[in-house]
């Protein structure tokens, strides 16, 4: 595939490529990538226009929503309700999943979103991202159910993330390998620039919240201890996808473990860390809870949570057997 391929073409080579990808979706994903030029242009402007500053509001986590997280929720649920591939949308900004309205017709798949990951580092012009995940859906009727939603990281068809950083980036899998792409603001297209991304086996970079350390586990803290021994470098942005971007493509592992005040982490299992380890598997990588894959956890709530250990195999093998021991 030639570099600069837009992903246009790329989805239909893909296509025709992978008799099982059938390309149902190919016009959703097309909208996903839609959804993500308008927020890139948004994010891009933020600190010009009154859009930046807080909303006011509590989310579901108790944490305050930013007009730009909401903005962003509405953009993805305005472009791709009418799309007629989806039944419904779930997104850690919303309670509840949203319905597709009986105005627009209706398909078999979900849709579950992290709109705006890293939203606290919008005013201080660090990448941001959006991350999303699609399932078939599974019930029968009119309306999405929460067993349409409550599915294993394992049944995804999709998943992937935009990142809103230096150039904005959007990086998918459809259990294909994983692909990136990076928009051309001259155009407006995203191209081809990243084909068949493979995470290094072993990597130079842990990422973890180094200021949680007096609530951590004796396992995270033994990890930690010998990571720095090995002379792995620090790197932690505080935005997910950002961090999870750089490892991806360098070599690393994330950590966002269980503490004495997060008993189940920080990150949510179905707009986090499942999306995030599909990803990280199709690039022969790694995402764990410490205990088992991610990609087998059956979720039992829509927004919970989970310790999240992502990025390089060999990096989340030692973390998981500091963290078991
Ligand atoms: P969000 O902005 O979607 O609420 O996500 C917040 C995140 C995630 O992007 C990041 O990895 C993590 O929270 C950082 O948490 P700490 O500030 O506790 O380290
Ligand atoms: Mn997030
Ligand atoms: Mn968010």
């Not at 627009?104 to 579950?112: A, E, M, S």
Request: net charge negative; aromatic share 8%.
């Amino acid at each position: 595939m030639e570099l600069g391929t837009s992903f246009t073409q790329f989805l239909i080579d893909q296509q025709r490529k992978y008799p099982s990808a059938t390309g149902e979706f190919t016009s959703l994903l097309s909208e996903i990538a839609t959804a993500g030029k308008v927020l890139s242009r948004e994010v891009n402007k933020a600190g010009l226009i009154d859009i930046l500053g807080y909303h006011g509001k509590l989310n579901v986590h108790g944490e305050q929503v930013q007009i730009l997280d909401q903005f962003a929720n509405d953009t993805f649920i305005k472009i791709l309700r009418h799309t007629g591939h989806l039944i419904g949308i779930a997104s850690e900004e919303m309670d509840d999943p949203y319905q597709i309205p009986d105005a627009y017709p209706k398909g078999k798949y979900v849709f579950l979103m992290d709109p705006l990951d890293g939203s606290s580092n919008i005013d201080v012009n660090i990448s941001i991202g959006s991350i999303f995940s699609i399932y078939h859906r599974k019930s029968v009727g009119a309306h999405a159910t929460m067993e349409d939603f409550l599915q294993k990281g394992r049944d995804q068809v999709c998943a992937g993330y935009i990142i809103y950083g230096s150039s904005t980036m959007m990086v998918y899998t459809t259990g294909f390998g994983v692909h990136g792409f990076t928009l051309d603001p001259s155009i407006g297209e995203f191209l081809l620039s990243h084909e068949s991304i493979r995470i290094p086996s072993r990597g130079s970079i842990y990422s973890i919240n180094e200021g949680n350390e007096s609530l951590w586990g004796d396992g995270v803290r033994e990890y930690v201890r010998q990571v720095k021994k090995e002379g792995k470098s620090a790197r932690y942005v505080g935005s997910l996808v950002a961090d999870f971007h750089r490892n991806l493509l360098k070599g690393g592992i994330f950590l966002y473990p269980a503490d004495a005040k997060n008993k189940n982490g920080k990150l949510r299992l179905l707009y986090e860390a499942s999306p995030l380890a599909f990803i990280v598997e199709q690039a022969q990588g790694k995402g764990s809870n410490g205990h088992q894959p991610i990609l087998d956890i059956v979720p039992e709530k829509l927004h919970q949570r989970v310790p999240l250990i992502i990025g390089s195999s060999e990096d989340v093998e030692a973390a998981n057997a500091c963290i078991a021991s």
